[in-house]
């Protein structure tokens, strides 16, 4: 098992360095470059060429690539071009909002969409079924966008349930530990600051978590009708266990594996930023940090912040892959 | 002697795409205690669905016991609530299955799904609880049994994980155990180890057993009496010495014919011709009709009873004439 895990985090390499290479080509065959959205469009063209050369993007691209190779080695992700901040500082204040945005949608989504489930799988053909699966297709479906606009403006403008916006209302402030603002409210021992956090977080999360509940729900209930057929359901009630342990314990083990699988990779594409949400709820996250970074063309921002979500996305898949080995003892790796 | 289970006119149909399909039809048999009886007859004959039935544990949907009685230790199981079911499940009634490979859960340790009928059963502490399975385990013969307590069914062969079905099956010394070809997944030498087990422990356990298998060889082997079935109906019902002596029901007939014999030095085998009719559409009279070759003009019309000749219950017409001339006079 240490042995694979080793061997995994060496595979890591190689990935690293074809996702950056990939987003660095990506990026710099974009027409436009930062210079002209720092000058403006009328800069002379002296000025423009001074500070291109300042930015070493007169380079060749091999050679800015090797750069950033060499400075990423160093641990240095390079300062923005925009803000003049370092990439790393500037993502330790939006990632934590992303993370703990997604923790909570991919919270609501995996407990929501496996009770659906389930629940459909038991009943199947049943109302509860064809309705859960109903709303499960429009859920995958349902433009993010507007369904974050709906939210508001049900629950903040006509029911005044739920902030609208933003993380915390401006009244409080808490010091910073780890920018995850349930876990900062609750070490300062502010209460009233966590219960606001918590609300903040809710229609964001709700909004988010809408596509993975979908496809969560919808993965479960498959998973567990291939599972109710199989014969150990059958030994497991012969054996006169009540329904509820069948289902939770026999076939719910057994049919969470291929859920797993979904999970990781929804959480994945979540914390790579939910640029729409972000953006509906004004939610400081690197959704929105990546989407204001490409537009200006500022490429340490990109580079930098893509390379790191790389990063955290595969390590996801393995933590996922060793979970495997938790659930279905059948599953050993070399 | 006394009846441990009495099973009474059962009749279990399926119901999909409009249809419906009579896969068990009137099944009579009864059982005695400490007796092993064996339910033969073709793949698809209504063997497992029978057995499911008593366990009360017919998917449904698609599946409904429509009518019948199936009186276990004197009391009717069909008309218990499902709570009181689960009582008898596992614990006076017990099941083990076709293919070991797949009726043990691949994701919970042997001792667990041991461990869990003393759980639902039993107010046991644990430590007693993993004593008694352990003490199981090496009934079964299972070697090293503490350790492979801790074992994943993957980690077992076959044959080793029907025996563990057995140990769970007999966890609690149940009256009832019905076997659903539960060797018919294995070799041959494994076959015949597991038939010994079973032999051997309902011996020492006095418990009566539902032998069901589409091998008259093992029916031979290990059963007192014999009920063949077709076609989701019973056809011959009668101890294991007359039957292979001296079958009477043409399908009985048959399907002796078509096992190879020892003691015979029989030539060529003889398999029934045709197959088994579309239960959704059963002929109107005897359901062996378009396969028998001692058919009368009234098989095709009328149904034969299940009836009963002193030394069997048979249901076919050849016999129902016998039985109508004993009666008039
Ligand atoms: N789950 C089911 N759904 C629909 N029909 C079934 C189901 N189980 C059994 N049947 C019907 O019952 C018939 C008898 O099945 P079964 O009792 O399993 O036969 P046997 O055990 O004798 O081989 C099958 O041929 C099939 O038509
Ligand atoms: S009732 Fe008629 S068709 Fe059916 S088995 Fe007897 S003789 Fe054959
Ligand atoms: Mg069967």
Known sequence: MVNYIVRRLLQLIPVLFGITFLTFMLIHFIPGDPVTVILGEHASPERAAELREQLGLNDPLYKQYLKFLNNLLHGDLGRSIITHEKVLKELATFFPATVELTLAAMFIATVVGIAAGVVAAVKQYSWFDNLSMLGALTGVSMPIFWLGLMLIYLFAQVLGWLPPSARLSIEYSVPTVTNLYLIDTLLAGNWAAFKDALAHLILPALALGTIPMSIIARMTRSSMLEVLRQDYIRTARAKGLGEAMVILKHALKNAFLPVLTVIGLQFGYLLGGAVMTETVFSWPGVGRYIYQAIMARDFPVVQGSITIIALIFVLINLIVDILYTVIDPRIRYQ | ?329
């Open chain 2, 1 to 329: 002697m006394e009846k441990i289970l009495e099973v009474k006119d059962l009749k279990t149909y399926f119901y999909s795409s409009g249809k419906e399909i009579r896969a068990v039809d009137g099944v009579t048999f009864s059982l005695n205690r400490g007796e092993i009886l064996g339910i033969v007859g073709e793949s698809g004959s209504g063997k497992s669905v029978t057995s499911l039935s008593i366990m009360r544990l017919v998917p449904s949907p698609p599946g409904k016991i429509v009518g019948g009685e199936i009186i276990f230790a004197g009391e009717d199981l069909l008309k218990l609530s499902e709570k009181e079911m689960r009582k008898i499940r596992g614990e006076k009634i017990s099941m083990i299955f076709q293919d070991p490979m797949t009726s043990l859960n691949p994701v919970f340790t042997i001792e667990e799904q041991l461990l869990e009928v003393f759980r639902v059963h039993k107010k046991l502490s644990k430590k007693d609880a993993r004593e008694k399975a352990i003490e199981l385990l090496k009934k079964v013969g299972i070697p090293e049994a503490e350790k492979r307590l801790k074992s994943y069914p993957h980690q077992f062969s076959g044959g080793m994980r029907q025996r563990v079905m057995i140990a769970m099956a007999l966890a609690l010394n149940p009256a009832l155990l019905i076997a659903d070809e539960p060797t018919t997944a294995l070799d041959v030498t494994i076959q015949a180890q597991i038939l010994a087990l079973m032999k051997e422990l309902q011996k020492e356990y006095g418990t009566s057993i539902i032998m069901i298998t589409h091998d008259l060889g093992v029916v031979a082997e290990m059963c007192h009496r014999v009920l063949v079935m077709y076609a989701g109906r019973p056809v011959e019902f009668a101890d294991v010495k007359t039957l292979f002596a001296n079958p009477k029901h043409p399908y009985t007939i048959g399907l002796l014919n078509s096992i190879p014999r020892l003691n015979e030095q029989k030539k060529r085998l003889t398999p029934i011709e045709g197959s088994p009719p579309d239960l959704g559409n059963l002929p109107r009279g005897c359901a062996f009709y378009p396969r028998c070759s001692f058919k009368q003009e009234v098989c095709s019309e009328v149904k034969p009873d299940f009836r009963e000749l002193p030394d069997r219950k048979i249901a076919c017409h050849l016999y129902q004439g016998v039985l109508d001339d004993a009666a008039a006079s």
